[in-house]
């Protein structure tokens, strides 16, 4: 190859030194800020090594493979712990446990006695008698007791030779109606063991009535002892 002539090097510095100064004077290499066209400079991009600002200099890890199901959220609650509708969905019917604190009660009255009511509380009747309970018992009469004929203190009198009494309660009659209230009977056989070692039987039934009125309470409309019917069987 022939060699330049010492004479063509200042030539061609001088070319590259004209080119410069007609680009502004400044090296693009030399890592300074460009020229914009109004003549301010540019701002660098922020981070270590350029790139664009508030990314990280290289890829991460990342994930590798198909994405991964995200967990579900958990559901947004009202006030009252109960899930929120999703938009578009359909709000589930509230739980029949979560009334309102205005709500209108539930009548208790709604569901009427029964004839096997009446059967249980002859069966409580004399489960209080053998637990010397003699004020319930007096309660299980009608008008507060009163339709024992006795008062209080006579009807407890009237089982102090009574050691226990078992009571065998039959099917009860069917129910009849009268003015404003409701009969049913209810077929007993008592055997009652006095304090001596001593047994009586007896057979016969209770005549048990309650209110149907309008405005009756729930106590007058509950089943309770109208009267009796027991004779003793001799032995």
């Known amino acids: 190859m022939?060699?330049?002539?010492?004479?063509?090097?200042?030539?061609?510095?001088?070319?590259?030194?004209?080119?410069?100064?007609?680009?502004?004077?400044?090296?693009?290499?030399?890592?300074?800020n460009a020229q914009g066209e109004s003549g301010q400079s540019l701002p660098a991009p922020e981070g270590g090594r350029g790139?664009?600002?508030?990314?990280?200099?290289?890829?991460g890890p990342g994930q590798v493979g198909a994405p991964a199901q995200m967990p579900p959220a958990a559901p947004a609650l009202d006030e009252n712990g109960n899930p929120l509708p999703v938009a578009g969905e359909i709000a589930p019917n509230p739980d029949p446990a979560a009334v309102a604190p205005d709500a209108a009660p539930i009548d208790a009255t709604a569901t009427e006695p029964t004839p096997e009511d009446a059967v249980a509380l002859i069966r409580d009747y004399y489960a209080a008698i053998n637990g010397k309970n003699f004020d319930h018992a007096y309660t299980l009469w009608s008008d507060g007791g009163r339709?024992?004929?006795?008062?209080?203190?006579?009807?407890?009198?009237?089982?102090?030779?009574?050691?226990?009494?078992?009571?065998?309660?039959?099917?009860?009659?069917?129910?009849?109606?009268?003015?404003?209230?409701?009969?049913?009977?209810?077929?007993?056989?008592?055997?009652?063991?006095?304090?001596?070692?001593?047994?009586?039987k007896y057979v016969g039934g209770y005549t048990l009535r309650r209110a149907v009125v309008d405005g009756a309470s729930?106590?007058?409309?509950?089943?309770?002892?109208?009267?009796?019917?027991?004779?003793?069987?001799?032995?």
Not at 151 to 176: C, I, K, L, W, Y
Not at 185 to 192: D, K, L, M, R
Not at 224 to 235: L, Y
């Open 147 to 200: 339709a024992s004929g006795q008062d209080p203190q006579q009807f407890a009198n009237g089982f102090a030779q009574t050691a226990g009494v078992s009571v065998e309660v039959m099917p009860p009659g069917r129910v009849d109606a009268g003015a404003g209230q409701r009969y049913v009977e209810v077929p007993v056989a008592i055997t009652a063991t006095q304090r001596d070692g001593s047994q009586r």
């Open 51 to 59: 790139g664009v600002t508030g990314m990280p200099d290289k890829p």
């Open 218 to 235: 729930a106590e007058q409309r509950a089943w309770h002892i109208a009267s009796a019917d027991i004779r003793e069987v001799k032995q």
């Open 2 to 32: 022939r060699s330049l002539h010492p004479l063509t090097l200042p030539a061609a510095a001088l070319a590259i030194s004209l080119a410069l100064a007609a680009c502004g004077g400044k090296d693009p290499a030399a890592g300074e």
